[in-house]
């Protein structure tokens, strides 16, 4: 066991960050971070200037504060994370905890110390402390050679306050903000590809994220519901996910789809989507919508077929991935964890009565026209209504009820 304490030091970007919003900032990080490491073998996590410390408990291993580690990469506001050791601002110390850290990395062919003082009050100069430790860690590992450029492992030290903190692993968050510190959203989330990416990429930016789903039940079996709640799940574990609302809407998009002129069926159903997306965001306090379109990808998604959907609400609409590739989005869908989920096939109400050629340019004046065949407003507020709730754990909402 080391003698040392383990630690984790959690870097974010300052830029932007000033004054009062800077601590509001830092204090939401830590309290996300306090929730979302439940599980994991920690004593408390303090702010101390521009960074945060996670305290593992006495005799946690490398392999648990390792793990720890990696996931703390994952919530959003992180831009760096280090796990290592505290020791006192003490140069026999610092060297005593770089040669247990540098122990467990292996045997590096080649390393170099890169230290840094917060506070210069600490008599002795980061180069002075590179070469010094540096030296020292020559003598204990005969084998390991400095190198500046590149090298296997860089043995970080940094001097904040009353203590010293050493590693050797460090790697990068997804960077963000945290969740809670930038309003409230509500997106349509399919259990496709892009849609977990569009939520995700909003939660990063600091945003609560509800959704809403719709599924092709009574019409379809309950499949995409399931695939859903996979997916909400992974973006729990990040804290990037609240309530979840579950719409059957099978019946409503066969009563369009026994009337309605079959090229205008999918502009029908999405205008549909989305005035009921607005009902439920009114109802969470969502400022506004989300979702997983990007530009020209299929023929719902032409320039005409979007601002054809966009007329029939008043919040805002943000499309996250307007910009991206296919590829691009699956990438991002493979490091979220969604992708996997996401490429099981299951009906939703996207299969559904769908038409042979759909308008890649539709006529708003025919699709008002056609829509007045329907009671909408009958049928939003019964929609509404009947919506179930599943309910996730998010580090910035009230606790509730659980699963
Ligand atoms: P995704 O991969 O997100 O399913 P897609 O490439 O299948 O998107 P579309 O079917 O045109 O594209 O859907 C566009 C967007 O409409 C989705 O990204 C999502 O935001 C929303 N949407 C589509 N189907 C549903 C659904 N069943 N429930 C909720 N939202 C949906
Ligand atoms: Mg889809």
């Known amino acids: ?29 830590r309290r996300n971070l306090e929730f979302l490491l439940a599980a ?7 702010r101390i200037s521009g960074r945060l410390i996670v305290f593992f408990k006495e005799g946690t291993g490398q392999r648990e504060a390792f793990d720890c580690a990696q996931f703390i990469a994952s919530v959003p506001g992180v831009a760096r994370v280090s796990c290592g050791f505290k020791c006192a601002r003490d140069i026999d110390e610092m060297t005593a905890c770089a040669i247990e850290a540098m122990g467990e990395a292996g045997d590096p062919a080649t390393f170099k110390v890169s230290a840094r003082r917060s506070h210069t009050d600490f008599p002795i100069h980061s180069m002075d ?16 050679k400095v190198r500046m450029a ?16 050493v590693y050797c692993m460090s790697m990068r968050g997804v960077g963000g903000l945290a969740v809670g510190s930038s309003g409230t959203l509500l997106a349509l989330l399919s259990s496709g590809i892009d849609s977990p990416v569009a939520l995700w990429r909003c939660a990063r930016r600091g945003a609560i994220c509800h959704a809403v789903h719709f599924s092709g039940r009574p019409q379809t079996s309950d499949a995409s519901e399931y695939l859903v709640d996979d997916i909400a799940r992974v973006l729990e574990r990040s804290g990037c996910i609240g309530k979840v609302f579950v719409v059957a809407f099978g019946d409503y998009q066969r009563e369009i789809a026994l009337s309605c002129p079959p090229s205008l069926r999918i502009i029908l159903y999405r205008r549909l989507m989305l005035r009921i997306a607005e009902q439920l965001a009114r109802r969470v306090g969502a400022k506004a919508l989300i979702t997983g379109e990007s530009l020209g990808q299929v023929a719902s998604q032409t320039l005409e077929n979007l601002c054809a959907t966009d007329e029939v609400v008043s919040l805002p609409v943000f499309r996250p991935l307007i910009g991206n590739d296919k590829l691009e989005i699956i990438n991002e869908a493979q490091r979220i964890g969604t992708y996997e989920i996401s490429s099981q096939d299951a009906p939703d109400c996207c299969t559904l009565f769908m038409p042979r050629s759909p308008a890649t340019h539709a006529n708003l004046a025919e699709v008002r026209k056609a829509e007045e065949a329907y009671p909408y407003d009958e049928w939003i507020a019964e929609i509404c209504a009947s919506a179930e709730v599943h309910e996730y754990r998010n580090p910035a909402l009230p606790l509730h009820s659980l699963h």
């Open 1 to 29: 066991m080391s003698a040392f304490q383990r630690i984790a030091l959690v870097h974010y970007h300052e830029i932007g960050l000033k004054g009062k919003n800077r601590s509001r900032f830092e204090e939401r990080l």
């Open 40 to 46: 994991y073998p920690l004593v408390t996590i303090h």
């Open 129 to 144: 402390m590179n070469r010094l430790i540096g030296a020292r860690l020559c003598e204990a590992y005969p084998q390991a």
């Open 150 to 165: 590149d090298p296997d492992v860089t043995v970080g030290i940094e001097v904040v306050q009353n203590a010293s903190y």
